[in-house]
């Protein structure tokens, strides 16, 4: 009885699902710069006031990416004040539109039963489903016995670091207060995604030394330095790493190997015009190494220092700086979570197939929630394909998110937040 009436609540929340991610979507919240932050947490935290919630704004001061035309702000909405306590996150920023759309990308335009625009999958249509999950429940006169957070935070797309990691390090979000915690994020309604890989993004600078560019032999390129190194990564590390593989189930499988990727390359006179006739004395990289679990961060970096020393040494030309620009250590949920449980057995429910628990090949605010909160039991749930994350003509499918929403509104349950 319970499961058919969260069924049909979800069903005749549709079109209140719809509208939420509609309204969502139509506020260009767009990293970078970081358009209209404010606009959309705004927006949100309304919406929660509406429905009962005690709601509060977070400015992330001190955080260089905050500032006065571009401000990094927060929001947490709170209903109930007991244990177990559920905390519903989901990122109210979205990558930049880019080209081949063939509809309005911040329109939000319904068309053969599915919802288009930029954020609609990654992770607009998430955020909706959270709030209807615990909406639905209340509707179906279900009691709210625990507590439930459901917060709107920022930069996602760029790290975090102003949203979930602000929260996490200021005290706003902590494990005395949360016991699990949803991301709904779009790895498929039907799978639990329990973790990620690590990420290691780093500058490789080569020098050389300046001539004129009709003797370039009483010159050093710099770009011939740093393409030694490049090619050397994808002749020696690039299969090395090919070669291993993680236990976690990272989906798509490929993405179970380490890997390496060349993020972006300036050298020379890159970017001037007129040009001069010079040989190159400065050349950079940029990198983006996923590191497994198995590795662990040392290793993926002292392999990139000694692949360095050892090209400076067969040529003493040869000179690199290495710069460490980001890092986040891979994390996974522990087997034992009833968090998983939980949503395994509500999808099987709501899908009558058994559910599919993964790991994600790119890093999402989990890193946060469980390095600075300490938070344990996190997992990512929510309507949307991780495929279409990104690309023109993102879209959700909204059957898909009824279903999203029916599920975690019967994790809910399960985990005792309603009876």
């Known amino acids: 009885m319970t499961f058919a009436s969260v069924l049909d609540a979800a069903r005749a929340a549709e079109g209140e699902l719809v509208e939420l991610t509609q309204a969502l979507v139509r506020v260009p919240s767009v990293n970078p710069p970081g358009e209209a932050y404010r606009d959309a947490v705004t927006l949100l935290g309304e919406r929660l006031g509406e429905l009962g919630y005690a709601v509060g704004y977070h400015e992330a001061e001190g955080r260089p990416e905050h500032s006065v035309r571009y401000p990094r702000v927060n929001v947490l909405g709170r209903l109930g004040d007991g244990h177990p306590t559920v905390h519903?996150?989901?990122?109210?920023?979205?990558?930049?539109?880019?080209?081949?759309?063939?509809?309005d990308p911040f329109a939000g335009v319904v068309r053969d039963g599915k919802l288009y625009g930029r954020g609609t999958a990654d992770m607009k249509a998430g955020i909706a489903a959270a709030v209807y999950a615990v909406e639905i429940l209340r509707r179906t006169g279900h009691t709210l016995r625990g507590s439930v957070e459901l917060s709107g935070t920022v930069d996602e797309e760029s790290g975090g670091h102003a949203g979930v990691a602000w929260l996490c390090e200021r005290g706003v979000v902590r494990r005395e207060r949360i016991d699990h915690v949803i991301i709904p994020e779009p790895l498929n309604p039907d799978r639990v995604c329990v973790g990620h890989r690590g990420v290691y993004w780093f500058k490789v600078t080569a020098r050389g030394r300046v001539a004129h560019g009709s003797m370039p032999f009483l010159g050093k390129s710099a770009i011939d330095h740093l393409c030694h190194v490049i090619e050397r990564m994808r002749t020696e590390l690039v299969p090395a790493l090919g070669a291993r593989s993680t236990e976690m189930p990272v989906v798509p499988a490929a993405a179970r190997h380490a890997t390496l990727n060349v993020n972006a390359i300036v050298g020379g006179q890159a970017g001037r015009e007129p040009q001069t006739p010079c040989v190159a004395d400065h050349a950079?990289?940029?990198?983006?190494?996923?590191?497994?679990?198995?590795?662990?961060?040392?290793?993926?970096?002292?392999?990139?220092?000694?692949?360095?020393?050892?090209?400076?040494?067969?040529?003493?030309?040869?000179?690199?700086?290495?710069?460490?620009?980001?890092?986040?250590?891979?994390?996974?949920?522990?087997?034992?979570?009833?968090?998983?449980?939980?949503?395994?057995?509500?999808?099987?429910r709501v899908y009558a197939r058994k559910a599919q628990r993964v790991a994600s090949p790119g890093t999402y605010d989990h890193k946060h929630f469980a390095r600075l909160a300490g938070i344990e039991s996190c997992v990512a749930y929510g309507p949307g394909t991780l495929e279409l994350a990104h690309q023109p003509d993102e879209h959700v499918v909204v059957e898909e998110l009824v279903h999203a929403t029916a599920v975690m509104a019967l994790a809910l349950l399960e985990l005792g937040v309603f009876g």
Do not use: K, M, Q, Y
């Open 284 to 348: 950079e990289a940029i990198f983006d190494r996923r590191f497994l679990l198995e590795e662990g961060f040392e290793r993926a970096r002292e392999e990139i220092v000694e692949l360095l020393a050892r090209a400076e040494r067969e040529d003493g030309a040869r000179s690199f700086e290495l710069e460490d620009l980001l890092v986040f250590h891979p994390v996974r949920t522990p087997d034992g979570s009833p968090l998983i449980s939980a949503l395994e057995r509500a999808i099987e």
């Open 88 to 103: 519903l996150n989901g990122h109210i920023d979205v990558v930049p539109a880019g080209a081949g759309w063939t509809v």
